[in-house]
């Protein structure tokens, strides 16, 4: 059976994989030390841009265009990129067999790869409805998003219904984001979720009712309170209906279904430390076994700045716990020592031509300002949580880059609520 070996591998190949090989550069490394091994057929790419700039109706957003690292504000590398550094990228390569004893992956394929230092990078995969044994769920038609195969797939069908009916399952950021996407192709779009508002994950009503008001508008019907109990579909076996719990039907020649994802942890689940869904690691993205790093999705870490242990499911996370793991593999092998990750967590959306960001914790109360209509002339409006007297989360939308950084801030240092005001105005 064939065998090949390297100091480092990077197991996924998706944005952690792409900043944790820049930072490996960027610290010292010698040709044929490091191995990237995905699934994917392409290099690591800015996996954000799969709902946004690449289902644009014009002029859309396709490879290399947006490979890592290009959203973080750096170079593009492109797959001569790791030709030229000595970078291995073993691509369509699905690794089905992990032994942390003996420091193998062992691929599809029947290839053994070894390994020094670890980092695994493996992300998370929708959930379908499917899972959940929803009748029909698997007609054709029926999409998810998660990889670049996803999204051009969903692109040849949107293409294919000029002026369809659209069905969007979920209210997370996949509903809004796609929804926002299909209507912009001229579908005609209905989104359906079973909480009372958009994206309750991170909003408070008054929020979600400025989103949904402004996709009203845009022409999307936003059905809540119910959900999906099955699909009927044609003689293709095509979908043509989504029956929904409250009785109705809806019409459709296109669904997404964005109902959330799962870390994909299978592969060590019996040998690390899980918590949270995720591996747990230590401040240097450390797991619970000597040399087995976990970055990105699956990493549940030390928050320090809230004294807990969370999993982050976006995109800055994964960019800098690679790089944090990077920058301790170096360190540890100079007999250094590198300073524990300290993150404030960031989310951020855009659709249509909304932009909002979001920093810090969405704990205590929602402070909402600007969503009634008679000061929101320019769009603008935000929301500040506030914890025993002190800023904990800062979200704004339509805010300029030097607002946002503000916002950071007053996040990070969890500025008192007598400050709010001047913040509010800049
Ligand atoms: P990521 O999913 O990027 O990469 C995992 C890689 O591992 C993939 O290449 C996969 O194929 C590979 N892999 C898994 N198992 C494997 C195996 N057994 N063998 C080989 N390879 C394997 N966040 C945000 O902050 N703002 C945004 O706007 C968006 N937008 C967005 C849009 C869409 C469509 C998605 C799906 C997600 C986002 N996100 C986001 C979330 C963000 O993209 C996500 O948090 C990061 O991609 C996580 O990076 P990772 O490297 O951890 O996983
Ligand atoms: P999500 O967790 O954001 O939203 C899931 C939504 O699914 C819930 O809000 C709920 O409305 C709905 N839901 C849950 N169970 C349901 C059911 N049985 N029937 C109908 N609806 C149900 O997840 P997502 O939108 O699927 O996103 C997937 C992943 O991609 C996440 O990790 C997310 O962070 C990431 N992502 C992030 C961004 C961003 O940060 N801008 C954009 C796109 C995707």
């Excluded at 029909?136 to 797939?153: F, K, P, S, T």
């Excluded at 969903?154 to 997370?172: E, Q, W």
């Excluded at 299978?266 to 087995?292: I, M, N, R």
């Amino acid at each position: 059976m064939a065998e090949k070996s390297y100091k480092y591998v990077i197991l996924g190949g998706g944005v952690a994989a792409g900043y944790g090989a820049r930072e490996f550069v960027e610290q010292g490394l010698k040709p044929g030390e490091l191995a990237i091994i995905s699934k994917e057929a392409v290099a690591p790419y800015e996996r954000p841009a799969l709902s946004k700039a690449y289902l644009a109706p014009e002029s859309p957003a396709r490879l290399p265009g947006f490979h890592t690292c290009v959203g973080g504000g750096g170079d593009r590398l492109t797959p001569d990129w790791y030709t030229e550094k000595g970078i291995d990228l073993i691509l369509n390569t699905e690794i089905v067999e992990a032994s942390v004893a003996n420091k193998t992956l062992k691929a599809a394929t029947g290839v053994v790869y070894k390994y020094e230092k670890l980092i695994i990078a493996t992300g998370a995969t929708f959930i379908k409805l499917t899972d959940f044994g929803t009748p029909g769920a698997d007609a054709n038609g029926i999409y998810h998003l998660r990889e670049v195969q996803d999204a051009a797939a969903l692109y040849a069908a949107i293409k294919a219904t000029p002026n369809g009916s659209a069905v969007c399952v979920g209210g997370g950021y996949i509903g809004l984001e796609l929804a926002a996407a299909l209507r912009l192709n001229n579908l005609n779009v209905t989104m359906v979720y079973p909480e009372p508002f958009c994206m309750p994950r991170l909003f408070v009503s008054e929020i979600a009712a400025y989103y949904e008001g402004y996709y009203k508008e845009k022409g999307i019907q936003i059905i809540k309170g119910t959900v999906a109990t099955g699909f009927e579909s044609n003689d293709e076996g095509h979908v043509k209906t989504v029956k929904l719990k409250d009785g109705r039907e809806l019409k459709a020649d296109i669904v997404i279904v964005g109902v959330g994802a799962r870390p994909n942890t299978g592969l060590f689940k019996d040998q690390l430390t899980l918590e949270k869904g995720g591996f747990k690691v230590d401040g240097f993205f450390k797991t619970s076994a000597p040399d087995v790093y976990a970055v990105g999705d699956v990493a549940t870490f030390p928050l320090k700045l809230y004294n807990e242990l969370r999993r982050v499911e976006h995109v800055d996370h994964a960019r800098k716990s690679a790089i944090q793991a990077v920058k301790a593999i170096k360190a540890a092998e100079e007999g250094k020592t590198t300073e524990e990750y300290v993150y404030l967590p960031f989310f951020y959306s855009r659709a249509f031509s909304l932009s909002w960001q979001f920093y810090g914790d969405n704990v205590g109360n929602a402070v909402v300002w600007g969503t009634d209509t008679a000061s929101n002339t320019n769009g603008k409006f935000g929301a500040y949580w506030v914890k025993d007297g002190k800023v904990f989360g800062a979200f704004l939308e339509g805010g300029s880059a030097e607002e946002n950084k503000a916002l950071a801030e007053a996040a990070r240092n969890q500025v008192p609520v007598s400050t709010i005001k001047e913040i509010a105005h800049l």
